[in-house]
């Protein structure tokens, strides 16, 4: 029976940054917060302690010193741990559904970042060249803007690697479906992703009207849109 550790429930990796471990917990709690679940009736509690006790540890350096040793084989000491089921028996740190949601969170926020960057380009194309020009801002801002769309090109294709690997299609990318995904992931670990999505589409067919299964579709298929003129720039 496989063992999850504080990693495994923030879906960071062993060398993540005190940052990126307190953004993972912010962003989980988002999802995970009993008073956010209210309305659906999943009582979230137990996951939330978990998400807590995680970063309670790994966010303190003596703790989290005294964890990792323990990880590796160094002192013993008594800790908590959480188990998985035998059907996931088999899975490790980066098999967390965690890992997946936070690769299709911040690919949204990368897709986002370059929808508004190209934005202001346009508004800012519609100055006076000459203008710009004489400012000799032209060039300096058309390359900070090349370099920048090029970074978040790359980290997107990161993200996609994840998901993609994760055998998760591009429709289920949009924060809606993975948060619902996330909380039903936190039920039952033991679930395949590939069943939580057929449940997730079962979902949408009996809770969401025609015009809100119509306007998800329109928002995936804009995200699909911009997320491809992202990649246009990692070439």
């Not at 496989?2 to 940054?17: E, K, M």
């Not at 471990?21 to 137990?46: E, W």
Request: one cysteine or more; glycine letters at 4%.
């Amino acid at each position: 029976m496989s063992v999850r550790t504080y990693y495994h429930i923030l879906g960071v990796s062993r060398d993540a940054t005190l940052d990126e471990i307190t953004a993972a917990k912010n962003a989980l709690a988002k999802v995970y917060h009993p008073d956010a679940n209210m309305c659906s009736g999943v009582d979230t509690t137990a996951r939330m302690q978990e998400i807590l006790e995680a970063y309670r540890t790994l966010s303190n350096p003596q703790k989290r010193k005294e964890y990792d040793l323990e990880l590796g084989g160094g002192k013993k000491r008594v800790f908590r741990t959480y188990k998985m089921g035998e059907e996931a028996s088999n899975s490790n740190e980066s098999d967390s559904f965690v890992a997946c949601w936070n690769a299709a969170h911040k690919l949204n926020e990368a897709v986002n970042t370059s929808t508004w960057l190209l934005h202001r380009e346009s508004k800012r194309k519609s100055l006076s060249v000459k203008i710009l020009e004489k400012l000799k801002l032209r060039n300096s801002e058309e390359k900070e803007l090349q370099s920048r769309l090029g970074t978040l090109s790359l980290q997107a294709l990161q993200y996609i690697t994840i998901l993609t690997t994760a055998g998760i299609p591009m429709d289920y990318w949009n924060p809606e479906a993975m948060n619902w995904l996330l909380i039903q992931w936190g039920q039952n670990q033991a679930k395949n992703y590939q069943t939580l999505l057929a449940q997730y589409d079962v979902y949408i067919n009996q809770n969401k009207t025609n015009t809100e299964r119509m306007k998800l579709h329109t928002q995936n298929k804009q995200f699909h849109t911009r997320l491809k003129k992202l990649l246009t720039y990692a070439l």
